[in-house]
Nanobody, 126 residues
């Protein structure tokens, strides 16, 4: 079992930045594939970014070049640095995890991930 706790959300003006954090506990963090998803009001949950335990990354086209996912295995934490925020980035952001046998595996599919946090709200004003 893995417990995930997100933090760092808030209200920011368009063009601003936020850094989300997700602390994991319960399993060896360094063997978890981690990801960030988001759900905007009235929309389906969508993939944002993912990182393997060897540091390979993938991003949704909508955030590529603006968001950066990273991890600190010593702190059991994954981060999402969000720059150049737009009103359409407004959503609840969720951290997700899956124990992976390979350090090269990640996925943009929500059903790949077994563990989810409660989410943190990000609101971008225009």
């Amino acid at each position: 079992q893995v417990s995930l706790v997100e933090s760092g959300g808030g209200l920011v003006q368009a063009g601003g930045s936020l850094r989300l954090s997700c602390v994991a506990s319960g399993r060896t963090f360094s063997r978890l594939t981690m990801a960030w998803f988001r759900r905007a009001p009235g929309k389906e949950r969508e993939f944002g970014a993912a990182i393997t335990w060897l540091g390979g990354t993938d991003y949704a086209d909508s955030v590529k070049g603006r968001f950066t996912i990273s991890r600190d295995n010593a702190k059991n934490t994954v981060y999402l640095q969000m720059n150049g925020l737009k009103p359409e980035d407004t959503a609840v952001y969720y951290c997700a995890a899956r124990a992976a046998a390979s350090g090269w595996v990640l996925s943009s599919r929500a059903d790949y991930y077994a563990y989810w946090g409660q989410g943190t709200q990000v609101t971008v004003s225009s």
